[in-house]
């Protein structure tokens, strides 16, 4: 079967979401179509695409001709990781039920990804890779409609975390925090997966200057 090859739309998508989420494109800044063409090099067509999947990620706001980037402030960062805490730890209990051979294999793949990009120093796909493991975890719960809710909330937060550098930690240690939530699921104990869910987001961010991990 020949893969299906991504659309151009696709890729400009790819490209300027890392920006934002890497703070190359600071928050407020003005980006045009015409511009963003002239850069990545294609039409405006597929910068348009991009952009409308952008505003509805809320990485964007989109007025007329003029797309801005959104701003990032500690009350939001607040509120998204409150709700992530209780989708994920609310997930948790049913997920603990539904981790067979083929999902654990699937976290660990996605596991062994992360520590491979942290050894790199790969800032950005550590973040796919971290959002990719919490949302695989939380599929198991069958709460398909909070899905997309806790995608936002993730990319939001680890948003924020890489904008305020007091938040930034070593690669290596933010991959290895995994691995307890990994272990708990396994062991098949939701009460301690949905606990050490609880505290691996409690400590994504610090808290009043004093580091709680993440």
Known sequence: MIPKLSRP????????????IL?????????????LAHEIGCSQGPIREALLRLQEDGLVVRSG????????????????????????????LKAALHADGRALDDLRGILAAM??????????RVIEADKDFHLALFRLSGLDALGQILARCIMHSN???????????PLIETARRHDILYERLA???GSGLAAALGSHIDT??????????A
């Open 187 to 189: 062991a098949g104990d």
């Open 23 to 35: 703070n190359e494109l600071t928050p407020e800044t003005v980006l045009t179509e015409l511009g």
């Open 115 to 124: 520590m491979e990009a942290a050894a790199e120093g790969d800032e950005y």
């Open 159 to 169: 948003r924020y975390k890489l904008w305020a550098p007091e938040h930034r930690r």
């Open 65 to 92: 001709r003029r797309t801005i980037v959104t701003r990032l402030t500690e009350e939001e960062a607040d509120e998204m990781l409150a709700l992530r805490r209780r989708i994920e730890t609310r997930g948790a």
């Open 9 to 20: 739309s696709d890729l400009v998508y790819g490209i300027v979401k890392r920006r934002i």
């Open 204 to 213: 994504i961010v610090i808290q009043g200057g004093d580091e709680v991990a």
